[in-house]
């Protein structure tokens, strides 16, 4: 297995106010492709990106994780450090880890194949979570895969593994389906699993499904989050960078 690390400032250019970040996400939503179907299930690698916080020292550690999907056996991983660059605000969560996370990927020693989020793609207030933002600016097939449905709602799923029931924005014009509340485990708390680009629904559930046959998280998830959080526990304060 291939372990590379890789350290991350601030882009020039990045958004510094709400606004900007907004005007960001308008001018990308557009871009996101919602008509493919995306690498069929269980076939080829996958990866789980996830991201830990120092808050202390404004530093941000993001880990990725890549899963041969057949066995689910590691197949490459990395980490990156940086500065956090953007405060925190709900909706806009993508701004202060996507500089990390595009980092983290580049570190890759092999291309990522579908990257699984710990978190949101169109279930989404604005329609571009994480998931969706990380998608359209590398290419790469996204989906997320949240532990809550954020403000949108939902019937509970039957008791089943498998089972799962619409996640819901309730728009003036009837409500639309923006995701799907999924039981990866039998009698377990349904997870929340949306298309961040370039992947259907159907499929992004079938994926989460079989990337998760014992626990509730799928492994990408279970994997990145127990890399990037010893990554940030080893991460000494000479290796963040500097705050400007």
Known sequence: MNTTSNTVPIPAGWPVT???????????RGRVVLDE??????????????????????????????LDVATLVVVAEATAVGQVSFPYVPG?????????VLAVL?????????????????????????ASHLGVLTGF?????????????YEEPGARRGSASPLLAGEP????????ALRTQDGVKPV???VGHRMSLDN??????????????????????????????ETTPSEAPPVD
Do not use: M, W
């Open 204 to 233: 992004a559930c079938a994926h989460t499904l079989g990337l998760a046959p014992k626990y509730r998280l799928p492994e990408t998830t279970r994997s990145a989050d127990s890399l990037c959080r010893r990554a940030l526990k």
């Open 37 to 66: 179907p995306g690498p069929p299930p269980g076939t080829g690698r996958v990866t789980g990106v996830d991201v830990a916080y120092d808050d202390e020292r404004d530093v941000v550690v993001a880990a990725a994780v890549v």
């Open 192 to 194: 929340f699993v949306s």
């Open 106 to 130: 580049d570190a890759l020693p092999c291309a990522p194949g579908l990257v699984v989020c710990d978190g949101y793609g169109r279930a989404h207030p604005r329609r571009f979570g994480l």
């Open 18 to 28: 709400e606004e900007q970040a907004r005007a960001v996400q308008d001018e990308l």
């Open 141 to 153: 097939p996204t989906i997320g895969v949240a532990k809550n449905p954020f403000t949108f709602s």
């Open 92 to 100: 806009l969560l993508a701004f202060r880890e996507i500089p990390a």
């Open 173 to 180: 014009t009837g409500p639309e389906e923006v995701g799907r």
